[in-house]
């Protein structure tokens, strides 16, 4: 009997998305769109329109200063 394979079900968005959210959760203080990048070793265009989108839901806040939290 072959032991089953669990699917492989990738969902790049939502992955990314959770990523950010984790970076965020887990800093002390609020990280601009280039920390994130550097955090998720991810170029800042790549996460630019997730950021936007996870601060329009209020996933997330930007503070005056420009950081995310």
């Keep these: 009997i072959m032991p089953r394979r669990s699917p492989d079900y990738s969902v790049p968005a939502l992955e ?3 990523a950010i959210l984790e970076v965020l959760a887990e ?13 998720l070793n991810r170029g800042s265009n790549e996460i630019f329109r997730m950021v936007n989108y996870l601060e329009e839901k209020s996933y997330i806040v ?4 420009g950081g995310y939290r």
């Design 16 to 18: 990314k998305g959770l």
């Design 27 to 39: 800093s002390p203080v609020p990280m601009t769109l280039t920390g994130l990048s550097r955090a």
């Design 62 to 65: 930007r503070d005056a200063a």
